[in-house]
């Protein structure tokens, strides 16, 4: 999962403040940014009222131990 942080435009002298989510990806389908996450969509915003989106934080990938070297070789 990553961290995305999402900076709402102005309008009518006001800016929604920015807000933080939590999903793998998102993608833009007009009218619509729709988050993504390992189910599916998570949440759908406004593309017109967003200004930018950034990346916070990507979770590391789990790699997975590789095999160790026996410390004493077989007998036989």
């Known amino acids: 999962m990553s961290t995305f942080r999402v900076v709402y435009r102005q ?5 929604r ?4 989510i939590e999903a793998t990806d998102f993608t833009q389908r007009d009218p619509w940014i729709v988050f993504l996450d390992p189910s599916g969509p998570s949440l759908s915003i406004r593309a017109d009222d967003v200004e930018r ?8 990938l789990e ?8 410390s004493d070789p077989p007998l036989g």
């Open 11 to 15: 309008k009518d002298g006001l800016r």
């Open 63 to 70: 790699i997975p131990p590789s095999p160790s070297l026996p």
């Open 53 to 60: 989106i950034e990346r916070l934080r990507l979770e590391p």
């Open 17 to 20: 403040p920015a807000e933080d």
